[in-house]
């Protein structure tokens, strides 16, 4: 799996979005949202999701003094496994519509194995404040 590219849709009144088709297949029928970093979230195909929560936290107990639970606590609380409705519109939870600051414009891109959701606004100030330069700098520092 593989995606990349943007795609600028709508919110409608209930929360819902259409996931565009180009993502859709990937996510497959009940992908996972969750909260990402810089204020947006993050949708996950089912089984990477599964993957990667168990990867990380798959060994926390919830009764030990792990440094991991209180982010666990707060990545399992806020996502949630979500199904298409029959117009194809998945329907966001509405604390994670908030947390995310989605109004009604939104920018869904592909980030390699899974999509970010992001608010039109929020997103438009992210991108601006990316220097492309730099940002290939510091990718390569952090490869070598």
């Known amino acids: 799996m593989f995606l990349t590219g943007r795609s600028y ?3 409608d009144d209930k929360g819902r979005i259409r996931i565009p088709v180009k993502f859709k297949d990937s996510l497959g029928s009940t992908p996972y949202v969750t909260v990402g970093k810089n ?5 996950f195909p089912k089984d990477e999701a599964e993957r990667i929560l168990s990867e990380s ?3 926390v107990s919830g009764f030990a003094d792990d ?4 982010s666990m606590r707060k990545i399992f609380s806020l996502g949630d496994f979500i199904e298409e409705d029959k117009q194809g519109r998945i ?3 509405p ?3 908030e947390k995310a600051k989605i109004v009604k414009n939104v920018v869904t891109i592909g980030m390699r194995n899974h999509v970010e ?3 039109e606004e929020v997103w438009e100030d992210y991108d601006k404040s990316i220097d492309l330069e730099e940002s290939f700098k ?3 520092k952090a490869k070598s």
């Open 9 to 11: 849709h709508q919110i």
């Open 39 to 43: 204020g947006c979230l993050n949708i």
């Open 57 to 59: 936290y798959g060994d």
């Open 67 to 70: 440094p991991r639970l209180d």
């Open 91 to 93: 329907a966001l939870p």
């Open 95 to 97: 604390y994670l519509v």
């Open 117 to 119: 959701l992001w608010a």
């Open 138 to 140: 510091s990718a390569a």
